[in-house]
């Protein structure tokens, strides 16, 4: 049984922000797009400076743009290394980072408005228990936000295959299939942890001119995109409601 490589991240260093030769700069492409739509939503639904934690938050690219938002975030991870680095780029200097293991969070229950684990749950072998206890320390009402992959062909083409032959500098076993989610069993896992009125979005890239410039280089475009589809096939976002 092959395991995910989760060491890469102990070793990108401030290469978390400045890499474009790296499948970092796709990660950080994602969160153009989708750590905007997460700060309107908690702000929506928990109001303005709820507190909320952010589980494997790596290089802190979601934790720092929520605390620019006026929240209060704690950013939890198992690398001290990409903690280091997040806490450098945080403007704010409010964000508390901390080191710590998903499957035991450090955090009496509901402790939080909200919930997030971006391009997190398929580097665990457990995202059930990791669903479990993000549903232990939310509070009534509080929001869950999780961004994964499908588990299917598609996935291991575009997700792993593709990034392999267009991205340089993909470390080996950066994603494993077996460890993808099918949308079916995050509802399991939701509905299980006490997490209901889910939402499902797809996210995949524009085809558009930097996409193609991607594959002709090699290299990730400082202007390259994500958007939102109703296509689950690949990537997608689930939210949830504790209730």
Not at 39 to 62: H, S, Y
Request: hydrophobic share 45%.
């Amino acid at each position: 049984m092959t395991p995910v490589n989760n060491a890469l991240y102990d070793e990108l260093g401030e290469r978390w922000y400045t890499a474009q030769d790296d499948p970092v700069a796709l990660l950080r492409a994602e969160g153009r797009l989708r750590n905007p739509w997460i700060a309107t939503e908690i702000a929506a639904r928990c109001g303005a400076g709820a507190a909320v934690l952010d589980i494997g938050c790596g290089g802190g690219f979601l934790s720092n743009e929520l605390a620019r938002a006026g929240f209060a975030v704690t950013g939890l991870d198992q690398s001290a290394e990409s903690l280091s680095v997040a806490q450098s780029h945080d403007t704010t200097h409010s964000v508390h980072y901390e080191v710590g293991d998903a499957l035991k969070l450090p955090y009496p229950e509901v402790s939080f408005s909200a919930v997030c684990a971006m391009d997190f749950l398929e580097h665990v072998e457990d995202p059930a228990g990791v669903i479990r206890e993000a549903a232990r320390v939310l509070r009534p009402g509080g929001l869950f936000f999780a961004s994964t992959f499908n588990r299917n062909w598609l996935s291991w083409l575009v997700v792993i295959k593709g990034v392999e032959w267009f991205v340089p500098n993909v470390p080996p076993n950066m994603h494993v299939l077996r460890l993808f989610i099918t949308p079916r069993e995050m509802a399991r896992y939701c509905q299980a942890a006490g997490l209901h009125h889910l939402r499902f979005r797809g996210l995949r890239p524009r085809l558009n001119r930097a996409f193609w410039r991607l594959l002709w280089t090699r290299v990730v475009p400082e202007d390259f995109e994500f958007t939102f589809t109703s296509s689950l096939l690949t990537g997608y976002l689930v939210t949830a409601e504790k209730a």
